[in-house]
């Protein structure tokens, strides 16, 4: 089972990026899938979570607004599009899946993580 994630760089404070998590070797429709990242010296954080079939979406408060994560389970792929983007943005974000169907923002609910992709906001 493999998850890639995507779509990060280095982007001016006010910017977008469009991060995708594709799946591998196995699929992930019936799972929740979700976002997390990780600044230097500081702990994982949730970002965001989708369930299995799109209709629940949960944010960290601190992106609400500016992040919307979707997925496309034809494809085996969930976004994460950023907009607004801030210096605090900066961070790995890596993508993972749920083993339940319903998502949430414990990271210990998740058992596949993907590498990571840096985002890298300059001010």
């Known amino acids: 089972v493999q998850l890639q994630a995507f779509g990060g760089g280095l982007v001016q404070a006010g910017g977008s990026l469009r991060l995708s998590c594709a799946a591998s070797?196995?699929?992930?429709?019936?799972?929740?899938m979700g976002w997390f990242r990780q600044a230097p010296g500081k702990e994982r954080e949730f970002v965001a979570a989708i369930s299995w079939n799109g209709g629940s979406t949960y944010y960290v408060d601190s992106v609400k607004g500016r992040f919307t994560i979707s997925r496309d389970n034809a494809k085996n792929t969930v976004y994460l599009q950023m907009n607004s983007l801030k210096p605090d943005d900066t961070a790995v974000y890596y993508c993972?899946?749920?083993?339940?169907?319903?998502?949430?923002?414990?990271?210990?609910?998740?058992?596949?993580w993907g590498q990571g992709t840096q985002v890298t906001v300059s001010s």
């Open positions: 070797r196995r699929t992930f429709s019936n799972n929740a």
């Open positions: 993972a899946a749920d083993r339940g169907a319903l998502g949430g923002s414990n990271p210990s609910r998740y058992d596949y």
